[in-house]
């Protein structure tokens, strides 16, 4: 399994700023996620953070926006940057479990309201 | 475009009761499937994982793969309050492939 903590838990930001998630897992791993969820709807993938390169983002998110770095195999960080009240919902981190498993664990989420 | 649909909710069942919820997946060279449990405010939980055909149970949970079909259910027997929940069907491909999420189905145990 993977033991996955966010900071922050919750912020509230106003338009036009950035903020910036911070993701740890207990242990490395090979893969780790960037997810948003929207009131009521399911987990949207963002991007796969790399160790040593550039993220790969989904259809509809860029890295302008959505910058993320992945220093080591067991941080990660995702910016939102200058933010609109439609940037408002939960942002989830998640990495691959170890000992060979490829079962997917999450973060307990950043809910972001911006104003 | 791989897709991952779930049978559409609220599901409601008595406690007690066997809830089933039901998952089909686009993609036939999928090799992963997961089931999700979500509480309201909570990040995804999860509760069970299946690659094999056939049935796998842990508990009160069953997980049933037919890849045949491209169909995976998860039955929870003698549902309780606590099972209220949205649960979400999640498949994979290859071991480097991303998950793909369905939309998930919330469940509500009526005591």
């Known amino acids: 399994s993977a033991v996955i903590s966010q900071k922050p838990s919750r912020d509230i930001c106003q338009r036009g700023t950035s903020l910036t998630i911070q993701c740890q897992v207990d242990?490395?791993?090979?893969?780790m996620f960037w997810y948003r969820q929207q009131p009521g709807q399911s987990l949207t993938l963002i991007a796969t953070?790399?160790?040593?390169?550039?993220?790969?983002?989904e259809s509809g998110f860029v890295i302008d926006k959505f910058p993320i770095s992945r220093p080591n195999l067991t941080f990660s960080t995702l910016t939102v940057s200058n933010m609109s009240p439609e940037d408002s919902s939960i942002y989830l981190c998640s990495a691959w479990g170890t000992g060979g498993t490829d079962t997917q664990y999450f973060g307990p989420g950043t809910r972001l309201t911006v104003l | 475009q791989k897709e991952v649909e779930q049978n559409s909710g609220p599901l409601s069942v008595p406690e007690g009761a066997i809830a089933s919820l039901n998952c089909t997946y686009s993609?036939?060279?999928?090799?992963?499937f997961f089931w999700y449990r979500q509480y309201s405010g909570k990040s995804p939980e999860l509760i069970m994982f299946?690659?094999?055909?056939g049935d796998k149970e842990d508990g009160r949970f069953t997980a049933q793969l037919n890849k045949a079909s491209q169909y995976v259910s998860l039955l929870i027997r003698d549902s309780q309050p606590s099972d209220s929940a949205t649960y979400l069907c999640a498949v994979k491909g290859t071991s480097y492939d991303k998950v793909i999420f369905g939309p998930g189905t919330s469940l509500s145990v009526i005591p």
């Open positions: 242990s490395q791993v090979t893969m």
């Open positions: 299946i690659y094999s055909n």
């Open positions: 953070a790399n160790q040593g390169s550039e993220a790969t983002y």
């Open positions: 993609d036939r060279g999928s090799q992963s």
